[in-house]
């Protein structure tokens, strides 16, 4: 009986040891959040510590009196239960005492989680360099606007007051090794100790921008916008994820910030200004395009926009996305291709949007690609002109 027991508790803690040890070896095993940098993620972590301090102390004295009543009150020394202890001073009011007792310490802690929810809710409305702002109020202000849009599935940045618009894809394994499912292609990139709103909605599906060091996780609704905002304190790297659940690829948005001085910050800014200058004088220019150089920018392009549902080998994922390789459309009429990109068909959302460059390039690249083969080159005046004929109408 006895070697029985000892074996079944040897075992048993033999067990919990390798557990725990696979939980260690497994990559940055830590046992806390990880670090806030905002003042409300700090101020959630310090309530989170608070709770937990209570509970241990609590988890301690419990465990002792149990373990103390088990060991001394037991049949076995001849104890016989009191029969009269509801009788007692402490049999009556204890039932009171211990109640009001839970609701103190409960309480203690909802006055200190109070200030941090309207903290959160509040988000401020105006700008710190606002002459109307009362002086009283410096505190709740912001320094800079940014715009989340949750999109089927990528993010999207913008920067309204500085015209810069970025869009943020996960990176395939091949390329982001350890970090697959936490790396993006472009950073959403901030400045440290200035005062953020951001601004969320969606363009399909709800999504939830997410990044556990910056506390906050509000809804991107479509149709309407959400706001938080914050203050980030420490440069670095920070990695998060689309919180709610958005369809098949959903755990294919992740979310980085990358916090970085404001002289950084800057230099990011106006080499981001550059970039679109660029990009605007190239895709407005009237050059004619060779198919060979379509081809290949309409590559890159597609790899990046269409991927997701009409996949690499333009097979899509039938029936919600058709495949490309041999479709009607794509092998048909190159003006009625065109006008089905431009303005959308069933799931696929209208891209419009995107330059007429762009647009050439990735419908020469479908038209050619796969044993597509139809030879044709659609030039950006192709897409302009389309453009005109569905306004004329
Ligand atoms: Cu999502």
Not at 113 to 140: F, G, H, R, V, Y
Not at 217 to 238: H, L, M, P, R, V
Request: glycine fraction near 6%; proline fraction near 5%; hydrophobic fraction near 40%.
């Amino acid at each position: 009986m006895l070697i029985d027991f000892i074996r079944k508790v040897i075992s048993s803690i033999a067990m919990v040891v390798s557990l725990l040890w696979t939980g260690m070896v497994s990559a940055e095993y830590k046992y806390n959040f990880p670090e806030p940098v905002t003042p409300i993620g700090k101020s959630i972590y310090d309530v989170h510590m608070l709770t937990m301090g209570i509970t241990t102390v609590i988890l301690i004295i419990m465990t002792s009196i149990v373990l103390y009543a088990v060991f001394t009150f037991r049949k076995d020394k001849g104890y016989v239960a009191d029969q009269e202890f509801h009788k007692g001073w402490f049999g009556r009011w204890s039932w009171v005492i211990v109640p009001i007792a839970v609701l103190a310490i409960d309480l203690s802690i909802a006055g200190k989680a109070q200030p941090i929810l309207e903290m959160l809710w509040e988000s401020p409305t105006k700008e710190c360099s606002d002459p109307t702002l009362k002086p009283e109020n410096k505190d709740k202000c912001y320094d800079m606007v940014v715009k989340i849009t949750g999109h089927q599935w990528w993010w999207e940045y913008e920067y309204p007051d500085l015209g810069i618009k970025i869009e943020s894809r996960y990176t395939p394994k091949e390329e982001a090794g350890d970090d697959y499912l936490r790396a993006v292609d472009n950073n959403f990139v901030l400045p440290v100790d200035k005062k953020i709103r951001f601004l969320q909605t969606s363009v399909d599906v709800n999504h939830a921008y997410w990044i556990p060091e910056l506390a906050f996780k509000k809804d991107a609704i479509a149709g309407y916008i959400s706001e938080t905002w914050g203050e980030i304190t420490k440069e670095g790297i920070y990695r998060g994820q689309c919180a709610e659940l958005c369809g098949t690829w959903h755990a294919r948005m992740p979310a980085v910030v990358e916090a970085v001085s404001q002289e950084n910050f800057e230099l990011w800014v106006a080499q981001k200004q550059a970039e679109k200058q660029a990009a605007i004088a190239e895709a407005t220019s009237d050059k004619v395009w060779t198919k060979d150089e379509l081809y290949a920018k309409g590559e890159a392009a597609y790899n990046v926009k269409c991927v997701a549902c009409h996949q690499i080998t333009g097979l899509g994922i039938p029936p919600a996305f058709p495949p490309l390789k041999d479709s009607k459309i794509v092998k048909g009429p190159v003006a009625e291709h065109i006008k089905i990109v431009l303005n959308g068909l069933k799931t696929m959302p209208p891209w419009a949007s995107e330059s007429d460059l762009d647009l050439a390039a990735i419908i020469t690249y479908e038209r050619n690609a796969w044993d597509n083969n139809t030879n044709d080159v659609v030039q950006p005046a192709d897409i302009k002109a389309a453009r005109e004929q569905s306004l004329a109408k």
